[in-house]
């Protein structure tokens, strides 16, 4: 394994998520019809404040990646393979699944304003399902292989294995911040080949990509003019 970027150390992450718990405890408070200057009355929807801020801060945990999760390349011979770890998917569907089961306690065992229960649950449950979970099952078998011979790729529907003798050109395309979002083969039988990261979800390794290619396939380096676009 190579790893591209470490995650957030323990210190750093139980100070992020107590702040983040404390404050969706804090906040919560309306949902369970206690007022905000009755301090007295907040001991009826304790418990429920907890449950809601351990929700929102395992959503957190899904959405907020660098916090749990290190993003590793696969060592091969001669390359390295990028892709989404099946396993991180796997562990954020598992955090992802408590959370249904807190707000269904939280409904169930106290009484809670139905208005903002509903905001507090769309809270908890759509970014985690928007940001990562349908685009990893999307991906879920998507990959980049990039070695000294060969690049291959997956990208859904889309495939293909390229022997490096059979490419005469390579184009890295950047997007208005210089970031590669996608690479351009031009094979010897004049076939274009677009291989789209962002649309692998290949985001984080986009600088280890692009420092590889820089590397390995120096010679077969064009501009983008040279090779042209893709019909």
Known sequence: MKEI????????NIL????????????S?????VSFRDLTEWHKAYLGMVLTGLAVSIMVLIVWEEMLFPVKAHKVKGGLIFRNHQTKLLTQLLLYAIIPVLLAIIYFEFKVDTFHFVIWVIVCMVPPIVEKI?????????YLKLTSTQIEYKNNEKEGCFDIINIQGIAILNDKDGITKIIQLLLKNNETVLIDLHE????????SIDNFIMVKYKTLLKDFNSIGRAN
């Open 200 to 207: 692998m979800e290949l985001d984080a390794y986009y600088e």
């Open 134 to 142: 349908v685009s990893g099952l999307n991906n879920f078998n998507d």
């Open 16 to 27: 992020l998520l107590s702040y983040i718990f404390l404050t969706a405890c804090f906040f």
């Open 29 to 33: 408070y309306q949902m369970f019809g």
């Open 5 to 12: 970027r470490k995650s957030y150390s323990a210190e750093s």
